[in-house]
Nanobody, 114 residues
Framework: QVQLMESGGGLVQPGGSLRLSCIVS????????MGWYRQAPGKQRELVAR???????VYADSIKGRFSISRDNAKNTVFLQMNSLKPEDTAVYYC????????WGQGTQVTVSS
């Protein structure tokens, strides 16, 4: 059974940075597109970044130029480097396949506030 474990969230001031990590158990990682999603209070979950097995990336307009997704296939891990954080980035962040065919993990809370 595939499991997703996100970490690295926290409270940060506007303009700050965080690096999220997601470890994927199981043997599905290396051949699949991986994505970072987020869900803000009262809003639907949205895909903000994705990366394929060869490292090609796609970003939502809202985070383009500020966030960077990467992956380490040897360690079944996907990362999200978040810079120049804004209050509107506050959300619970999740990783999953794209499309999201695996059960969701618990996510990691990111709060951007002064």
């Amino acid at each position: 059974q595939v499991q997703l474990m996100e970490s690295g969230g926290g409270l940060v001031q506007p303009g700050g940075s965080l690096r999220l990590s997601c470890i994927v158990s199981g043997s599905i990682f290396s051949s699949n597109i991986m994505g970072w999603y987020r869900q803000a209070p009262g809003k639907q979950r949205e895909l903000v970044a994705r990366i394929n097995s060869r490292g090609s990336t796609v970003y939502a307009d809202s985070i383009k130029g500020r966030f960077s997704i990467s992956r380490d296939n040897a360690k079944n891990t996907v990362f999200l480097q978040m810079n120049s954080l804004k209050p509107e980035d506050t959300a619970v962040y999740y990783c999953n396949l794209v499309p999201s065919t695996v059960s969701w993990g618990q996510g990691t809370q990111v709060t951007v506030s002064s």
